[in-house]
């Protein structure tokens, strides 16, 4: 921001020439000047804030004007009538600065928030403050669209740093709050909704500290809990203990809610008792002989209770923001600071409050960012008579880094156990017809494929809600027959891995269902974003005009990978065993007793390299088995603890055998996970497996089509 006015004789109304001018925050000295021949002064650049002017003369009585606002963008004018005096006198005539009714260099639409005026705000988060200015639409007490537009069409700067991730500040740092909503300065580029520019505070030159508590853990059902911290002060003064060579400013807080996403009008719930029961016996026999109906489908509004804070969807958010200047000289300044974020917390999901809200997402957030900022001073001699004066320029370089995790808080970045139910060891055997074998030219019983003729099914830990569908299943029809392959656990109300219990009337996800795939939200997923700039501008004034330009340098770095991990189970049950689904038939296999052929012709499994996919090989290297074999493996019997998994032989018998290593998602190619469309992994800045990509390493376009790993996979 700029100061600027004119020092006139309070009687006289004349101009004082030659006045020394200074303004102080927080005791130190920000900026000085003296006034020109026609009285006139200008100070910038100047950091908004609430600034104290001081002018000083001899022959005049000293003047304070007090709480002075500067705004970001904006010139603010501030004249200052002295009072002649015969006697020298050491104490300042205290002003205090009265805010004009017209702003006279409002050449936008917008206005601006004080620090006086947000600690007032019930929510003094920098988004909640914007919102009490027209134009900015509140949702839920923070900021929704700006002018109607999009987020995207809004820009939001924190100590002229642009905004990536969060924009989470301790409350107590914050100094002003700015909002453009038109007429946007140059230096902003094209923001479509408007600017959001916030300031935090800065040292001081007396040590201050200070410790805010607050909290509605009695008051209400939504737990809301804040600690926070504040401390300024100065570290080192010049000779003279006048000025405040090096000082700092520090902030911190802790925020914990119970309810970190509180509605107005409450939500059903089902009693605790009602769900405990629910998620040991979702079924019930259906009275036709087969089949089971879920007992989700028969819940009474008796078995609701309503509640007015959201269930599991507590929230720890942690912020800190510093700054430290230094005045290595009369006219140049040097400031750093930064501020960091991390929040942890469970996500609402509407959809699923009603009955699934114990598997709320885990969404863990980072955002820290440092600026370094170098301002230089060119003052003209107060008797100059240059047509160019107040020459600066600033230069700033700022660094963004922002993380995220959103995941399954049981499962973590544990692909295989998002949808693991359990092991389902199933039992083949050869079946046949009767029938002409054309190449040994016999009519005898021919063998025609296998037939499953029983599913063990052995419960897992790693869902074991979802686990008790099948478990109780088997319970209530525990003859083989209802449960001799995969089809007929399905039919009977049974799941399998990579299966989840459908929604509640189209509408309420049921207990124990993974929210991975609810909304086309992935199971699992890291974002990666940085943002390096460099800003330079410079000023100078010429004459009454102000010139000023500048340029900005700002590159981006946006890395992303997630997956869909339940979905994995049926992904890789079509891929296993795909070479070997049809039978050798040019070589039968005549079964003999004591030389005597007994009318039984049976045939191995024919081997289709051509079939063969990625997945179905890194498994069997995995397991110890050879590639190009027809050893039958049953993918569904793998145990996620003890990693170990069924296969049977070329001859029909069954083995367990041991992995060398847990299945991983590098077993896939990339094409796999593409899945025909239905994309179960998606990666920008990675690779499918999740290893970041170094700059220097970039696919080009030409990579994008055609690269290939060693392996042969497209990338």
């Known amino acids: 921001g700029t100061l ?338 991390y929040s942890d917390g469970r996500n609402f999901n509407y959809a699923q409050s009603m009955f699934n809200y114990d598997k709320n997402i885990q969404v863990i957030d980072n955002t820290w960012r440092v600026f370094a900022r170098f301002t230089q001073r060119f003052p003209a001699d107060k008797e100059s008579k240059s047509l160019i004066k107040n020459v600066f320029y600033t230069i700033q370089a700022d660094y963004t880094k922002y993380d995220q995790i959103a995941q399954d808080p049981d499962h973590q970045d544990n692909l295989f156990n998002y949808g693991y139910l359990g092991k389902y060891e199933t039992h083949k055997v050869r079946s046949y017809e009767y029938g002409f074998d054309t190449i040994s030219q016999k009519t005898a019983f021919i063998h025609n494929g296998f037939q499953d003729i029983a599913v063990d099914f052995t419960a897992g830990s790693a869902n074991p809600i979802i686990s008790n569908y099948t478990r109780q299943y088997y319970e209530l029809y525990p003859e083989d027959i209802y449960h001799n392959n995969l089809n007929n656990i399905i039919s009977g109300g049974g799941l399998l891995n990579g299966m989840t219990a459908p929604a509640i009337y189209g509408l309420w996800g049921s207990p124990g269902a993974s929210q991975a795939v609810v909304g086309n939200q992935a199971g699992y997923q890291r974002i990666d974003n940085e943002q390096y700039a460099i800003n330079a501008n410079a000023s100078a004034d010429i004459g009454n005009h102000a010139l000023q330009f500048g340029f900005i340098y700002e590159q981006r770095v946006d890395r992303y990978y997630n997956y869909t991990p339940i979905g994995l189970w049926s992904l890789m049950r079509g891929l296993t065993n795909a070479h070997i689904e049809q039978l050798d038939v040019m070589n039968p296999k005549m079964v003999y007793l004591d030389g005597v052929f007994m009318d039984t012709i049976y045939y191995d499994r024919k081997y289709d390299a051509l079939s063969q996919r990625y997945f179905d090989k890194s498994l069997r290297t995995r397991i110890g088995l050879p590639v190009d074999g027809t050893d039958w493996i049953d993918i569904d019997s793998y145990d996620v603890n003890a990693l170990t998994i069924n296969y049977y032989d070329a001859n029909g018998k069954m083995h367990t055998a041991s992995l060398s290593n847990s299945l991983s998602i590098d077993m896939f190619s990339p094409d796999e996970l593409f899945n025909n469309g239905e994309n179960l992994a998606n990666y920008s800045g990675y690779t499918y497996t999740g290893k970041r990509v170094k700059m220097k390493d970039s696919p080009s376009f030409d990579d994008f089509f055609n690269k290939r790993d060693a392996n042969g996979n497209y990338t």
Request: glycine share 12%.
């Open 4 to 341: 600027r006015g004119k020092v006139i004789d309070k009687t006289t109304k004349e101009p004082i020439p030659f006045v020394n001018i200074i303004v102080e925050l927080g005791g130190t000295q920000a900026g000085g000047t003296t006034s020109d021949f026609d009285g006139n002064y200008t100070i910038k650049p100047i950091t908004p804030g609430r600034y104290n002017l001081k002018a000083t003369f001899v022959g005049f009585k000293p003047v304070m004007i007090q709480g002075l606002i500067v705004k970001s963008d904006q010139i603010t004018f501030q004249n200052v009538e002295m009072e002649s005096t015969m006697i020298e006198i050491q104490t300042f005539e205290v002003v205090d600065y009265k805010v004009p009714l017209i702003d006279k260099d409002k050449t936008s639409v917008g206005a601006t928030v004080t620090s006086e005026e947000i600690a007032k705000m019930p929510n003094r988060s920098a988004n909640a403050i914007a919102t009490t200015v027209g134009g900015v639409f509140s949702a839920d007490g923070e900021r929704g669209s700006v002018r109607g537009q999009r987020s995207e069409g809004t820009v939001m700067y924190i100590d002229g740093i642009r905004v990536r991730g969060s924009s989470s500040l301790p409350e107590s740092a914050i100094e002003q709050v700015s909002v453009i909503l038109s007429g946007v300065p140059a230096q902003y580029g094209d923001a479509t909704g408007g600017i959001i520019n916030v300031t935090t505070k800065g040292p001081s030159r007396e040590f201050g500290a200070g410790i805010e508590l607050q909290t509605s853990q009695y008051l209400d059902a939504f737990g809301y809990n804040r600690a926070g911290l504040n401390m300024q002060g100065p570290l080192l003064w010049n000779k003279e203990k006048t000025s405040s060579l090096l000082g700092y400013f520090i902030a911190g807080e802790v925020v914990y809610n119970q309810d970190s996403r509180p509605t107005a009008t409450g939500i059903y719930k089902v009693k605790d008792d009602v769900l405990r029961q629910l998620e040991a016996t979702p079924l019930r026999l259906s009275g036709t002989g087969f089949g089971t109906y879920y007992n989700t489908n028969f819940i009474r509004k008796s078995d609701l209770e309503f509640v007015k804070a959201t269930p599991n969807t507590e929230n720890i958010d942690i912020n800190a923001s510093g700054k430290i200047d230094v005045k290595t000289g009369p006219n140049i300044n040097l400031s750093l600071g930064g501020s960091i974020n």
